[in-house]
Structure formats: C-alpha cells, structure tokens
C-alpha cells in the first residue's frame, strides 16, 4: 500500500457514509449488538433512547450494525501504536481515557467511531479502532498527555491509517 503523511480528519468509508445516511433504514431500526438505534432520520447512540424503545416495544427491525460487523471479524481501518515504555504506571489510565472518548460525546457525533481492541506486539500496545479518524482522535489525545508527537502514515485514499507513538 502506498502510504502518505499528514492528517485528515473527515476520511470516512462509503459503507459507514451509507449507514450514517440511514436512507435505506426504517424508523426504529436498531443495532441488537451496540444498540444504536435509528428514530427520525438519525442514528443515535444512547442506551437510554434505546432502553425506553425496547420497553415500549417500538423497535421495528434488528441489524448489526457495520462498526459491530467489523469488530466481529476484527477488520479495523486503524492503527495506533505506542511504545510500552511510555505507558509505564500509566496503561490503565490511557485505557480509560479511551474508552472515555468512545462512550462520551464523540458518540453523538459519528457513532460509528470506536475501539476494536488493545493488544500487545512486541515492545508496543496496539490500539485499533473502527474508522481511521477514532485513531486519529486519540493519537492526538495520548500524544498530548504523552508529550509525544504521533506519527501518521494514511493510506492514499484516506480511509486506513497507521499511527506510531515512538
Ligand atoms: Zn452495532
């Protein structure tokens, strides 16, 4: 693959860009994985609204969704990856702020953004999320608290990255 630097924010795939549009789905159309739910013209991610549908029984029709299909066959469109040391003593905390970012309000704003899984390699952690702008997003964040600069290696039509904490 050849590869290119520099950061784009918006690189989105046309699977998730069809689903986010929600043309082809029907009012109360719901994730039974994830549990993001469809109402209005618009997908949202709130166990809430979908605890209140399930209760009134308003749910029209289950899918699994395309983040929850990608994670069940663990095919991220990012990568990030930090050098252990530099997580010494903090792990746990990176770990949450994490999960911080991809349950708190990012959520509402593409929903479809999220982490597959943590896993080691060698002297690295490896973070791999869903779309390459969740790796994006906290590539910048871990960098900051890190006080390391994230190196960015996208993919030529933007919609796969590789982010190095070295
Ligand atoms: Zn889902």
């Given at each position: 693959m050849k590869e290119k630097t520099g950061h784009i924010r918006?690189?989105?795939t046309n699977e998730n860009a069809d689903f986010l549009s929600g043309k082809k789905y029907k009012n109360y159309t719901a994730c039974?994985?994830?549990?993001i739910i469809f109402i209005d013209g618009k997908w949202h991610y709130n166990e809430t609204l979908y605890n209140e549908a399930v209760k009134k029984k308003l749910i029209q029709k289950e899918i699994v969704c395309p983040s929850c299909k990608q994670i069940e066959s663990n095919r991220p469109n990012g990568y990030l990856y930090i050098a252990k040391e530099h997580l010494k003593g903090k792990y746990d905390d990176i770990k949450n702020m994490v999960k911080n970012i991809e349950t708190g309000e990012l959520k509402h704003f593409?929903?479809?953004?999220?982490l597959v899984e943590i896993k080691e390699e060698n002297d690295q952690f490896v973070f791999t999320s869903t779309t390459p702008r969740f790796s994006d997003i906290i590539a910048k964040k871990i960098g900051k608290v890190l006080h390391k600069k994230p190196e960015f290696h996208w993919s030529e039509d933007n919609k796969f990255v590789k982010i190095y904490i070295r």
């Open positions: 918006d690189a989105i039974k994985k994830c549990h593409n929903p479809l953004d999220r």
